[in-house]
């Protein structure tokens, strides 16, 4: 499994997660979850996402302690207090960070909001595209 994490799990850990997923393919397990849980996946992460054509609308927020017990190969940290706060996982051979900006933080009203989703999507894509195509070529 390749878990990937940030401290809300509402919005970069959740692109993130449906971008790898899609990217890589049914042949592999792909999870988020944050240290502190926000409760909730951001509606403009769902949005930002449908618009490239991935559905994360059945996502949940979940705890990073929900997978301690699983047996996790990749640890990707999106943020910095997530990377600080990261435990080591049973099975864990890897671990990257690549830390975006929260649009959970932007301001403004909602196109200037969903400017900011679209841009930290865009990055996250470019990022773990690159991650997936990297894995897919080691097979």
Known sequence: MILVLCTGNSCRSHMAEGILQKALGPGFEVASAGSNPAGYVHPLAIKALGEIGIDISSHSSKHLDTFLDRDVETVITVCGNADQACPTF???????????DDPAHAEGDEEQQMAVFRRVRDEILAVFTAYADGRLDQR
Not at 90 to 100: D, E, L, T
């Open 90 to 100: 049973p099975g864990q051979a890897n671990r990257h960070h690549y830390p975006f």
